[in-house]
């Protein structure tokens, strides 16, 4: 069974600093991974989304992956009050290639 | 471009009858994906339909059923309605079957009585 482990949160950080959101996943043979952002009530929005080692740069946001460890995460620079959301991990690309989501991580900016 | 639409936005039915859901792709997408989402809880795969023909499968029972039309829009069909189907079914569309990046609609929330 594919999993894809989030910490539910919520995650608490001051309006300007870096928030740093994880995600690991079972499936080795997973390929692509993406970042989602939900605010309460809405639908998911694609943030960004990584298929190879290293970080991905978008802005203020940041995709970083590990495949060795399993493992990847977001980072969120000068976190603005509008970043308040649930932040969803999303895995696809592994034995059955159907899409894995985690429960997402609840963030709260401070202001 | 047009994105991905959803209807109804809100249902409430009774346990025991039926509902379908529909879902129109965003201009240019062959696939769509349909998820439910129970509160607090991140989405959860349903089934995935690309060019017409079902292309993967969640552990759903049988009493939810879909369809792809040759315009690419979607319908989810629940038979049988239990209290635990109330979610949000949420479509995502998008371009090449399950390598595809999707893209979410506004989502339908259903409400089971």
């Known amino acids: 069974q594919k999993e894809v482990e989030q910490n539910s949160g919520p995650l608490s950080v001051p309006e300007g600093a870096i928030a740093s959101l994880n995600c690991t996943y079972s499936?080795?043979?997973?390929?692509?991974f993406f970042w989602y952002r939900q605010y309460s009530g809405k639908s998911p929005e694609l943030i960004m989304f990584?298929?190879?080692?290293g970080d991905k740069e978008d802005g203020r946001f940041t995709a970083q992956l590990n495949k060795a460890s399993q493992y990847v995460s977001l980072l969120i620079r000068d976190s603005q009050p509008s970043d308040s959301a649930t932040y969803l991990c999303a895995v696809t690309g592994g034995r059955d290639d159907k899409i894995i989501f985690g429960k997402g991580t609840r963030l709260h900016i401070l202001p | 471009e047009t994105g991905v639409t959803q209807s109804p936005t809100h249902l409430i039915k009774t346990r025991g009858q039926q509902v379908t859901l529909r879902c129109s792709s965003q201009s240019g997408h062959n696939t769509v994906s349909w998820y439910q989402q129970a509160l607090g809880q991140g989405p959860q795969f349903i089934f995935q339909?690309?060019?017409?023909?079902?292309?993967g499968r969640g552990n759903f029972p049988p009493r939810f059923s879909g369809l792809q039309f040759p315009n690419y829009s979607s319908e989810l069909n629940v038979n049988a309605l239990e209290l635990d189907d109330s979610a949000l079914y949420l479509c995502a569309s998008s371009l090449g079957g399950a390598e595809g990046t999707q893209y979410f609609g506004p989502g339908t929330r259903l409400t089971v009585l």
């Open positions: 990584i298929y190879s080692n």
């Open positions: 339909y690309y060019r017409e023909e079902e292309n």
């Open positions: 499936d080795r043979g997973s390929q692509s």
